[in-house]
């Protein structure tokens, strides 16, 4: 740009003395350098840019090649593994067609000495299996022997709940006015009555309505024959005080003979099997309230009933088992 700047202001200076010819001459020069000089700017440019793409295919390169030396170095490592292992195959082998080749030439009393040991081995697992054949029926029978039992009980529950209900119906003029109550405890059914219910003070004579009242639970057991009765006779703690000689001389006595009392009316008069019930005297000694009040000994003072299902086959039951 300069040197045809220049050129120009020359041939400004000189146009007096330069004739026009020669002037065209000299910007047509001018032209071709400049057209030659952006020619080889621009394949300066080009040879640029082609260096910068070398320089990032060189790069480019070293990092592949860094890699395939990497690579190669964990081949290496690799393929030392792999001989190792097969030296230490190879080495397995060996032992083993060593030992191979050593059972082979076991001698035959070594052989025989194996074969009865085996022989003595498979015996002894028939006897255990014979001895576990025998455990897993004994088990069994066990097994159903139990569920027997479980039936047999669930039966009985069953019984003393209907037996409860029974009892509820029978007596229920007299529980609604309190004069006795009927509940379960420990796998048994309890009647308890009131002596005001049964019995003048210090009397072992039963009144009418307590006859009346054990007229009612004769019906239900009359047709309950599997029931076992137990007739206890409770007092409270007071002293017993008789004027008179007789039979009756303490609270024990007392409780005896009100149990005799009522076991001979559930017996004579209503047919109840003898062989069912038992009689007996409790005393003082099994209270359900407290002594120290007059409700609590009102409340001792009573006849139990205790009525529980015939337990012969739960018995021969458990006695099998065992």
Avoid at 240 to 246: E, F, L, R
Wanted: net charge neutral; aromatic share 4%; hydrophobic share 35%.
């Amino acid at each position: 740009m300069f040197v045809a700047t220049a050129m120009v202001m020359l041939l400004s200076l000189s146009s007096c003395l330069v004739s026009k010819k020669k002037f065209d001459e000299q910007v047509a020069l001018a032209d071709k350098m400049k057209t030659e000089r952006d020619d080889c700017n621009d394949k300066l440019k080009q040879a640029n840019t082609t260096i910068e793409d070398l320089n990032r295919q060189i790069a480019n390169l070293g990092s592949e090649i860094q890699k395939l030396k990497d690579s190669n170095a964990s081949l290496d490592e690799k393929l030392k593994k792999c001989n190792k292992l097969q030296d230490e195959t190879n080495a397995l082998c060996e032992k083993v067609k060593q030992q191979l080749e050593q059972m082979t030439s076991a001698s035959a009393s070594e052989k025989d000495k194996l074969l009865k040991q085996l022989a003595e081995k498979e015996k002894e697992l028939m006897n255990k299996e014979a001895e576990l054949n025998k455990l897993s029926a004994e088990l069994s029978a066990r097994d159903a022997k139990v569920r027997e039992l479980e039936s047999l009980i669930a039966k009985k529950d069953s019984a003393l709940q209907s037996l409860k209900k029974k009892m509820l119906d029978a007596l229920k003029g007299f529980s609604d006015a309190g004069e006795l109550t009927v509940y379960e405890k420990d796998g048994k059914i309890y009647v308890a009555l009131s002596d005001k219910l049964l019995f003048a003070t210090g009397s072992y004579a039963v009144e009418p309505r307590g006859k009346e009242a054990l007229k009612k639970i004769a019906e239900v057991l009359n047709k309950q024959t599997d029931i076992m009765i137990m007739v206890e006779g409770h007092t409270d703690n007071k002293p017993y005080v008789s004027a008179t000689t007789g039979p009756v001389n303490s609270n024990w006595d007392l409780s005896v003979m009100r149990a005799s009392s009522v076991t001979k009316i559930l017996v004579g008069e209503n047919k109840v099997d003898a062989k069912r019930v038992t009689p007996a005297g409790r005393g003082e000694f099994f209270p359900v309230e407290s002594n120290d009040t007059p409700e609590g000994r009102s409340k001792n003072r009573r006849i139990d009933i205790v009525l529980e299902p015939d337990m012969k086959s739960i018995m021969n039951i458990l006695n099998a088992t065992n």
